[in-house]
């Protein structure tokens, strides 16, 4: 079960998601709360306007029509991309449903499609999805020959997944009318465009990327946590192992005199660099006196 997202939590949803959102002025108080219950939310639904590109929905969907009042949904995505919220609570989209349908989206444990709905608005067993599904309208005039631009689709996924990562829903929220209600078919397109289950597979894959995510772009990875530091308590035992790794273990082959002259043990890096500056420092005066015999040598067979 999940409360509804208030209008400032859905409007920072959809913007975090990418979404181009467009705030129809009286929307966050447009919705038919006085005539039935809104929420528990428990997915979001997707449909068709059956209206042409020279018309705009968002009007209509706002004020509602003849024979049924508006919202007729919270917002309606445009085949520009742009999403427009007409509405904030209950709204006249989803009607009614298959309980069977209510059952595995809450679950979310379907296949690749919610069982078979038997329901709509008026039959015996339905029950209201006005209450429980966030609602968009997008416009194509829904005859499976309008095409889909790839923008708006894309739109719809992003919204889609936007109220998925808002409630911790996965991409099995999302349904379309056609699944919810025996008698409609959207959203309906050419090619199987907006076919539900491929849908749903984009909105999964969105879903495993931040909401910032554009396909194509490999998202930046997150900054490594710092290593945390874990308290250990040393006994007389341990610092005297650490001492030794320190001083350096003593060679069990010196014998007695190089162990007196203090070369019996491997040294530190510090001892071990001022044990090789000595012995430069021999082998430089020891050169030097050589340089000088063999020039003495030369002089004297002159």
């Known amino acids: ?21 467009i705030e129809v002025p009286g929307w966050r108080t447009n919705n038919r709360n006085h005539v039935g219950k809104w929420g528990p939310v428990h997915g979001s639904m997707l449909h068709h306007t059956v209206t042409p590109k020279t018309m705009s929905a968002v009007g209509m969907c706002f004020d509602g029509i003849s024979d049924l009042p508006g919202p007729l949904c919270h917002g309606v995505i445009r085949r520009n991309g742009e999403v427009h ?103 309906n397109g050419p090619d199987n465009v907006v076919s539900m289950p491929g849908l749903r597979t984009c909105i999964a894959e969105r879903l495993t990327h931040p909401a910032n995510w554009t396909p194509g772009t490999t998202p930046t990875p997150p900054a490594p946590k710092p290593p945390t530091e874990t308290a250990v308590t040393l006994t007389n035992t341990d610092l ?41 420092v021999k082998l430089t005066t020891l050169i030097e006196r050589l340089d000088q015999r063999v020039a003495e040598l030369e002089r004297r067979a002159a």
């Open 240 to 280: 005297q192992h650490v001492a030794l790794a320190v001083q350096g273990y003593r060679n069990p082959k010196a014998d007695a005199a190089s162990v007196a002259a203090g070369h019996g043990h491997i040294p530190d890096a510090y001892g071990y660099l001022v044990l090789t500056h000595g012995l430069v």
């Open 85 to 187: 919220l007409v509405g904030h609570g209950r709204a006249n989209h989803a009607g009614g449903g298959d309980p069977d349908v209510l059952r595995a989206v809450i679950a979310e444990d379907y296949g690749i499609r919610p069982p078979t709905t038997n329901e709509h608005q008026g039959s015996a067993g339905a029950v209201d999805g006005n209450a429980h599904f966030y609602g968009w309208e997008c416009e194509n005039l829904g005859d499976g020959k309008d095409p889909w631009p790839a923008v708006q689709v894309e739109a719809m996924v992003r919204v889609s997944a936007a109220l998925s990562r808002a409630h911790k829903w996965t991409a099995k929220s999302t349904i379309g009318h056609l699944e919810w209600s025996d008698w409609k078919s959207d959203p």
């Open 1 to 21: 079960m999940a409360t509804p997202l208030t209008a400032d939590q859905l409007v920072t949803a959809l913007r975090a998601e990418g979404v181009k959102v």
